[in-house]
């Protein structure tokens, strides 16, 4: 394969997985993939926190229910309780991207 290629190829690879990749801060992190209200996530641990990233398209319809589902993911994927009103977006009311601070039990 040419290097023309071996590029075209890796942009498009990177292309992909961006749709899914944590904030800089979050990189390396293990995935967690859950589906809470019919909505599949990818959320990333770090401590009493989370990153959550909306892995499906929200219709306007469904934009209501999105982050009482960020939330349950967060909480379903550390066993932790997620903390009410602690969903943050990122990006604007909208954005695919939420941090969530957790209630984990010391011990």
Same mark, same amino acid.
């Given at each position: 394969?040419?290097? +023309? /290629?071996? =590029?075209?190829?890796?942009?498009?690879? &990177?292309? $992909? +997985? /961006?749709? =899914?990749?944590?904030?800089?801060?979050? &990189?390396? $992190?293990?995935?967690?993939?859950?589906?809470?209200?019919g909505i599949r996530m990818a959320v990333y641990l770090r401590g009493d926190e989370a990153q959550v990233i909306?892995?499906?398209r929200a219709r306007r319809a469904d934009r209501?229910?999105?982050?009482?589902?960020?939330?349950?993911?967060?909480?379903?994927?550390?066993?932790c309780a997620a903390v009410p009103g602690s969903l943050r977006p990122q990006g604007g009311a909208d954005s695919a991207v939420a941090l969530v601070a957790l209630d984990c039990p010391q011990g």
């Open positions: 394969m040419t290097f +023309a /290629g071996r =590029a075209a190829s890796l942009a498009l690879i &990177l292309a $992909l +997985a /961006g749709c =899914a990749t944590p904030q800089p801060g979050w &990189l390396g $992190l293990p995935r967690h993939d859950v589906t809470a209200g909306r892995l499906d209501p229910r999105v982050g009482a589902a960020m939330l349950e993911a967060a909480s379903r994927a550390s066993g």
